[in-house]
């Protein structure tokens, strides 16, 4: 078996043209009759694409129409994985060979097309007209009948000249028809410029009313960070900066551990500026300032006022009143006892 793979690859590299490179790739190309995708080496030796990103890119090109090139469509097929192949598209995205387009359908219902355009920047060229169709030819044997014309006025004749005979004028030529400028292209770029502005980012947060406990303890906490997690070693400059910070979490709240396991889970792999971490986690997972006492006695239930028993001066008997005196059988007997007497008066 290894003498004819051998020899095989002999009589393949004496049918190379050309003298055969010392050193480097020795291409043996052998012409495809089938199932064969034309790729270009702007899209093959892309010096800023990834090689993920290339084999993903020949991947999708080799598709037929209205295949499913998702991400988890394509981890199914490929041996990446779902992260790898998620930054592979956005790859390609920002380079232009892979566009999401929104269409309208005329039911009205709004859907999202994915196209890929195996030549990107030719989107950007001018189009060539269309050619115009050939006009329909006359029939063979049916020749254009001949037009009379009348002939320009004769002169007037001299003697012994004949005058002018009437002729006959060839069929008149169509005027050309009107270039017809091409449709305008339903697929726009939506490459961004490399130089498009970005949003600033978003400040780092304050507490609302600074104190030295509160700078004290977010300065300890940043210092003592490394020891529960080392890659996340801080410089003195870097602590002082992102001290304000911590003590915003901690004047809402928060306490350490919460505030260590929030900034330091799941770190990327290679974290080379742990302090941008920190700054950005800082800032867009500061947790929402604790509700106050009116806050919370507004969302308290209604407490119900339960009067309390007195006991009757007169009587002894129970009865609610919120305060001592006289159960009412006893206060209505006072009063006609009272009218009784200014009666008798």
């Known amino acids: 078996?290894?003498?004819?793979?051998?020899?095989?690859?002999?009589?393949?590299?004496?049918?190379?043209?050309?003298?055969?490179?010392?050193?480097?790739?020795?291409?043996?190309?052998?012409?495809?009759?089938?199932?064969?995708?034309?790729?270009?080496?702007?899209?093959?030796?892309?010096?800023?694409?990834?090689?993920?990103a290339?084999?993903?890119?020949?991947?999708?090109?080799?598709?037929?129409?209205?295949?499913?090139?998702?991400?988890?469509?394509l981890a199914a097929r490929c041996r990446e994985g779902e992260k790898r192949i998620a930054a592979a598209l956005r790859e390609l995205e920002a380079f232009g060979y892979l566009q999401r387009v929104r269409d309208r359908l005329p039911s009205g219902r709004v859907i999202t097309r994915t196209v890929f355009c195996n030549q990107p920047t030719a989107l950007l060229r001018p189009r060539r007209p269309a050619a115009a169709p050939p006009h329909a030819q006359a029939p063979a044997g049916?020749?254009?009948?001949?037009?009379?014309?009348?002939?320009?006025?004769?002169?007037?004749?001299?003697?012994?000249?004949?005058?002018?005979?009437?002729t006959l004028a060839?069929?008149?030529?169509?005027p050309p028809p009107p270039a017809v400028s091409p449709p305008a292209s339903l697929f726009v770029p939506l490459v961004p410029a490399p130089t498009a502005p970005k949003p600033p980012p978003r400040p780092l947060p304050h507490p609302s009313e600074p104190t030295p406990e509160l700078d004290r303890a977010a300065t300890a906490f940043l210092s003592d960070l490394c020891r529960h997690a080392p890659q996340f070693t801080l410089s003195e400059t870097d602590v002082r900066r992102l001290a304000p910070g911590v003590a915003a979490w901690l004047e809402r709240g928060a306490r350490p551990d919460t505030i260590r396991h929030a900034l330091?889970?799941?770190?990327?792999?290679?974290?080379?500026?742990?302090?941008?971490?920190?700054?950005?986690?800082?800032?867009?997972?500061?947790?929402?300032?604790?509700?106050?006492i009116r806050d919370l006695a507004a969302l308290a239930r209604?407490?119900?006022?339960?009067?309390?028993?007195?006991?009757?001066?007169?009587?002894?008997?129970?009865?609610?009143?919120?305060?001592?005196?006289?159960?009412?059988?006893c206060r209505e007997h006072r009063e006609h006892r009272s009218e009784a007497t200014r009666t008798a008066a």
């Open 1 to 52: 078996m290894d003498t004819q793979q051998n020899t095989a690859l002999r009589r393949a590299l004496a049918e190379v043209p050309g003298p055969l490179p010392t050193s480097g790739v020795i291409h043996i190309a052998i012409p495809h009759t089938d199932r064969f995708t034309v790729v270009g080496n702007h899209l093959a030796q892309h010096p800023d694409l990834s090689c993920t």
């Open 54 to 73: 290339v084999g993903i890119a020949v991947r999708i090109q080799s598709l037929p129409q209205g295949f499913e090139i998702g991400i988890k469509a």
């Open 142 to 166: 049916a020749q254009a009948a001949p037009v009379r014309v009348p002939a320009p006025a004769a002169r007037p004749e001299q003697p012994g000249t004949p005058g002018q005979p009437e």
């Open 170 to 174: 060839a069929p008149p030529v169509p």
């Open 264 to 292: 330091t889970d799941d770190p990327p792999n290679l974290l080379k500026h742990p302090a941008k971490l920190l700054k950005y986690r800082l800032t867009e997972l500061l947790p929402p300032p604790p509700p106050g």
């Open 302 to 329: 209604p407490r119900i006022t339960v009067t309390p028993f007195q006991t009757c001066d007169a009587c002894e008997r129970a009865f609610r009143s919120p305060a001592p005196g006289h159960c009412r059988d």
